[in-house]
C-alpha cells in the first residue's frame, strides 16, 4: 500500500522542523507510560482481588443453597439429592440469625451460625472484629450470652426479658480477619443455635463445597434445574454481591481515568499530524498530480499517527509487563503498614492486557482519524 510506505518514511525521516519529530516523540512516550501504568494498576488490583478471594473463602462454601422465599427450610430431601452428586465433596446444615450479646459489661449485635462442628455446647469461635470491639478474651473464661426473640413470645410490659431466649457459650478461640462479612460472626454448635431459636431440624442455609476440578458453572445450572425455582444456588461471587460489584467498579473507574491521560496524551499527535501537512505541502501536490486520491492522501498521514500510537503501546506493554513480573517475582514495591503481605500483590491477565491495548489504538485512531480528515481538506 502507498499510502502506508509513504507514512512510515515520513515517520523515519528527518523533518525540516524538529520541533515535529518532538511532538511526535511527546506523544508515543506519553501513550507508552499511560500503556504502562494501565497495565501494572490493573495488575495490581486484580493481586487485591485475590487476597480478598482468598480471605472470603475461609469460611464461605463453594456454594450456598437458600430458600427463595422465607428463612429456614428442612433440609433432609434435599441434602440427599444434592450429596448423591459425585461433584460434591461435602453438604454442612447452617442455622444463622441476627442476635445480641452481652459481655461483661459491653452489649453488641453480631451474626450467630450454628453449624454441626463437634464442638462442645457450651463453646464458640469469635469473629475477630466483634471479639475486638467487645474485648472477648477466649483465656478470661468469662461467658458469653446470647439473646434472640423467642418464637411465639409474648411481651410482657414488666418483665420482657421473657420474652427473649437466652444462651450461654464460652469462646474457645478467635477466627481470623477475613471479610467484613466474618468480623461480627461468632459460630456455635448446631444444637446450641437450634435451642436458642427455638427450632429443630431445620436450616437456615446448606452450604456445599465441590471436589477439585469441578466446573462451578455447569454445577450451579445443574443443581438450579434439579432444585427449581424454590431455592436460591449462589457461587461465591454472589454470596458477596455487593463487595465484588465495589471493587468492579473500581478498577472500571482507574481504568477509565488513566485511558482518558491516554487520551490527552493523544492529542499531541494531531498538532504533529497538523504540522506535518504543512511542511509535506509539496509532497501532497507532487502525489495529486500523479492522479493520488483524497482518500490516499487522508490515509497517509491516519497511518502515520496510528503507527506513533501503535510504537506507543507496544513500548508500553513491554514496559507494564516486565514491571508487573519484577514485582511479582521479587516484591521491589513493599507496601505500608501492617497486612497480610507485605509486597504489593501482582496478578496478570490477558484481558487487562488487551484492555490497555485497545485503549492505546482506540484513542490513536480517534485523534489520527481527525488529524487526517484535516490534512485531506486542506490538500
Not at 2 to 25: D, E, T
Not at 43 to 54: A, L, P, T
Not at 343 to 358: M, N, W
Request: net charge neutral.
Amino acid at each position: 500500500m502507498i499510502s502506508l510506505h509513504i507514512a512510515l518514511r515520513y515517520l523515519f525521516s528527518r523533518k525540516g522542523h524538529n520541533v515535529i519529530n518532538l511532538i511526535s516523540a511527546v506523544a508515543g512516550t506519553g501513550i507508552a507510560v499511560g500503556v504502562a501504568a494501565l497495565v501494572l494498576i490493573l495488575s495490581v488490583y486484580n493481586g487485591f482481588d485475590r487476597i480478598v478471594e482468598d480471605n472470603m473463602g475461609e469460611l464461605a462454601p463453594d456454594f450456598l443453597i437458600a430458600p427463595s422465599e422465607g428463612k429456614y427450610f428442612v433440609p433432609d430431601s434435599i441434602a440427599e439429592v444434592i450429596a448423591a452428586n459425585p461433584e460434591v465433596a461435602d453438604i454442612t446444615g447452617v442455622l444463622e440469625e441476627n442476635v445480641a450479646i452481652s459481655y461483661g459489661s459491653r452489649q453488641s449485635a453480631a451474626v450467630a451460625r450454628g453449624v454441626d462442628s463437634g464442638a462442645g455446647d457450651d463453646e464458640c469461635l469469635v469473629g475477630a472484629g466483634l471479639a475486638s470491639r467487645n474485648n472477648i478474651n477466649p483465656a478470661l473464661l468469662s461467658p458469653i450470652n446470647i439473646w434472640y426473640p423467642r418464637k411465639d413470645a409474648a411481651v410482657l410490659p414488666l418483665s420482657p426479658e421473657e420474652a427473649l431466649g437466652n444462651v450461654r457459650v464460652f469462646p474457645s478461640g478467635i477466627l481470623p480477619a477475613g471479610s467484613a462479612s466474618e468480623a461480627g460472626l461468632i459460630i456455635l454448635p448446631l444444637a446450641t443455635m437450634e435451642r436458642l431459636l427455638g427450632r429443630s431440624g431445620e436450616v437456615s442455609a446448606l452450604y456445599v463445597n465441590l471436589n477439585p476440578g469441578t466446573n462451578p458453572r455447569r454445577f450451579s445450572r445443574r443443581l438450579s434445574e434439579v432444585l427449581g425455582d424454590g431455592f436460591l444456588v449462589l457461587g461465591r461471587k454472589e454470596q458477596n454481591r455487593a463487595l465484588y460489584r465495589m471493587m468492579r467498579g473500581e478498577k472500571a473507574a482507574i481504568a477509565l481515568i488513566l485511558f482518558f491521560l491516554v487520551l490527552v496524551v493523544a492529542l499531541n499527535i494531531y498538532g504533529s499530524l497538523t504540522m506535518l501537512t504543512i511542511e509535506k505541502r509539496d509532497d501532497i501536490f507532487a502525489l495529486e498530480a500523479c492522479g493520488a486520491s483524497k482518500a490516499t492522501i487522508r490515509n497517509i498521514f491516519l497511518y502515520n499517527g496510528l503507527a506513533v500510537s501503535m510504537l506507543g503501546m507496544i513500548v508500553g506493554l513491554a514496559v507494564g509487563l516486565a514491571l508487573a513480573l519484577l514485582q511479582m517475582h521479587t516484591g521491589l514495591a513493599k507496601m505500608p503498614g501492617t497486612f497480610s503481605t507485605e509486597a504489593y500483590p501482582v496478578v496478570i491477565k490477558f484481558t487487562d492486557i488487551v484492555l490497555a491495548a485497545a485503549g492505546a489504538l482506540l484513542a490513536g485512531l480517534t485523534v489520527s482519524s481527525a488529524a487526517a480528515r484535516g490534512a485531506a481538506k486542506r490538500s
